[in-house]
């Protein structure tokens, strides 16, 4: 009778231990060493975990992030209309140009199409040469981001916002200036957004792959300093998360599910209340249920970027972006705009979260 309890109070030890410590390593071995996209979330889920190793986005700090700039409107930037300049040459060849010729007659052509100029961004690459591919995706992954937000949102509401990205070869040049121009005190960072100086720092460490998803997810965060400053950490985290994966094709761009919070997400464990993420305080984000905060961030804002609740968040970027002095209520922005409320909410991503995700969100 003893050696049967005994073998009953071990397997239920064993059992407990799995329970507890099942969800370890996943997450932080994601952030620490990005699991190839290869494998399905099938077979990462067996190892998840708590994450006290996961790295946090790397802005200088929370005071250089919120209120940034809330009631400077000295550069809101209106729609700017495309024009170019024609001309026929000696020869009678007909000539399109954005500039005019030094002499001769020419006329000044306007586009039927406007576009909008609110964000400039630019690339200094340090320490070697990087190759093409890097510096295209890298640009082109920038100018998707930017793209994408401006899209949610209607014309004449965002301030001119000029982004400046540098990428380090050098692990000792990038933590001398990070020493030298910050308060970051953290030497184990690969890339850093300061508010402050308005700059995006990041340090390439072998990875290209690696490399862009830091500078995109550093691109957003500056954008919102800009834009957003008093969204909440939902926000905040959320759509940085949701923007490092975005992908262009053509004309177009593309995000694809995150298998690892998807995974991770399906245990139902990890999920957080939709209330309750939407009211935390962004502390919570560093805190010991960080990898919680993440992830579920993370889904609350793919899932507002589908298609079919787009609209949801681009009235959500509109009324930020409208009141940007103000912190942000949450909770009556939702159970407004919202069918069902957020009650409703948190039962659709839930559902959603078990739905098919083979189809990405195109922006």
């Known amino acids: 009778m003893r050696v049967v309890l005994r073998i009953v109070l071990w397997l239920t030890t064993i059992f407990l231990v ?23 979330s099938q077979e990462v889920i067996p190892s998840i975990s708590n994450v006290p190793n996961l790295k946090l986005p790397n802005i200088e700090s929370e005071s250089n992030f919120v209120g940034i700039n809330c009631i400077d409107k000295s550069d809101v930037v209106a729609v700017k209309q495309g024009q170019y300049y024609t001309w026929r040459d000696s020869d009678g060849t007909v000539h399109f140009a954005d500039q005019p010729p030094d002499v001769g007659d020419y006329k000044h052509e306007t586009l039927p199409d406007s576009r909008k100029d609110y964000f400039s961004l630019s690339f200094d690459y340090k320490g070697r040469n990087f190759p093409p591919y890097f510096n295209n995706k890298a640009e082109n992954g920038g100018k998707a981001v930017i793209k994408a937000i401006e899209g949610l949102l209607p014309n004449q509401v965002l301030a001119k916002t000029h982004l400046q990205v540098t990428i380090y070869n050098n692990s000792k040049a990038f933590h001398d200036y990070r020493i030298q121009h910050t308060d970051i005190s953290s030497s184990s960072i690969n890339g850093f957004y300061s508010g402050r100086l308005n700059q995006i720092m990041v340090l390439h460490q072998g990875d290209d792959k690696q490399t862009i998803q830091t500078t995109l997810h550093e691109i957003t965060h500056a954008i919102q300093a800009k834009q957003f400053a008093r969204a909440g950490g939902w ?50 984000w560093k805190g010991s249920m960080r990898s919680k905060y993440y992830a579920n961030s993370w889904a609350l804002s793919y899932f507002l970027m589908t298609k079919s609740r787009r609209n949801i968040m681009s009235e959500y970027l509109t009324h930020i972006v409208q009141n940007k002095c103000e912190v942000i209520d949450n909770i009556r922005f939702f159970e407004t705009h919202y069918p069902g409320g957020i009650v409703k909410l948190n039962r659709d991503v839930d559902t959603w979260l078990y739905s098919d995700h083979s189809v990405p969100n195109y922006h």
């Open 18 to 40: 799995l329970e507890v410590t099942g969800t370890t390593h996943y997450l932080s071995y994601i952030y620490e060493n990005k699991i190839s996209p290869l494998l399905s």
């Open 235 to 284: 926000f905040t985290e959320g759509v940085a998360e949701y923007f490092e994966h975005i992908e262009t094709l053509g004309n177009s761009s593309f995000v694809p599910i995150n298998e690892y919070y998807l995974g991770f997400l399906r245990n139902k464990q990890n999920r957080l209340a939709t209330r309750h993420l939407l009211t935390a305080d962004y502390g919570q």
